[in-house]
């Protein structure tokens, strides 16, 4: 059994299924307000925890993440568990996101989802840029959006602008923003807050505009 939070309508027209980053919970604060944002907007939101976080929970050893393929089998099954009805959109936080990216082009061909929405992915590991994580974005064939910050330690704007990415992902930049998408209210002022609102802006802008 899948550990699930599901918020919104579930006979809403989009849901989104959003799993969390390596080292924070569904329940993050981070992942609480991105789900608010959509939820407000009319978008289901159903989070769900991989085995390894949902055992931590459990009072389990803090152990890390598994490996990919792992991980890409728990969210193919949360996905089969959880049956969303309408439009489906799979994505998550910089890990989350990145095994959606993975599995995304096989479950697109098979029409059960329509698109992969990424926040803060991790385009390498902190600190080691020439570690990419970029080869399967190359040719990916499933609409994607991935919403980074500009000072994003696994992938600034000046970084990422050298990659080869499919056409079919498009990158939304977020100015000043970390690995969470929080700017430096000194720098920009404005508040993280005020950005991850204007991050559900833009994701619910584009999931709608999926279906046209």
């Known amino acids: 059994m ?22 924070a919970a569904m329940d993050s604060v981070f992942m609480q307000e991105i789900t608010d944002g959509l939820v407000a907007q009319g978008i ?15 009072g389990g050893s803090k ?25 489906v959109i799979i994505g998550g936080k910089s890990m989350g996101g990145r095994v959606a990216s993975l599995i995304g082009g096989d479950l697109y061909a098979s029409g059960a ?23 399967h974005l190359e040719d990916l064939d499933v609409p ?5 910050g500009t000072r994003d330690p696994f992938g600034t704007s ?15 930049w977020f100015e000043d923003g970390d690995h969470d998408l929080k700017p430096r209210k000194r720098v920009t002022g404005m508040s993280h807050e005020a950005q991850l609102g204007a991050v559900c802006d833009r994701v ?3 999931i709608k505009g999926v279906a046209e």
């Open 2 to 23: 899948v550990d699930f939070i599901i918020d919104g309508d579930r006979s809403a027209n989009w849901t989104f299924v959003f799993a969390h980053g390596s080292g």
């Open 113 to 135: 989802i329509h698109g992969v929405v990424c926040l803060g992915y991790p385009f390498h590991p902190q600190g080691k840029p020439e570690k990419l994580r970029t080869a």
């Open 63 to 87: 152990r890390p993440p598994p490996k990919m393929p792992v991980l890409e089998d728990e969210f193919r099954d949360a996905l089969a568990e959880l049956q969303p009805t309408g439009g």
């Open 44 to 58: 289901c939101v159903a989070r769900f925890e991989f085995a390894y976080m949902a055992g931590r929970r459990r």
């Open 204 to 206: 619910t802008g584009w």
């Open 158 to 172: 000046q970084e990422v602008s050298g990659y080869a990415l499919s056409e079919k992902i498009e990158v939304a």
């Open 144 to 148: 994607t959006l991935i919403c980074q």
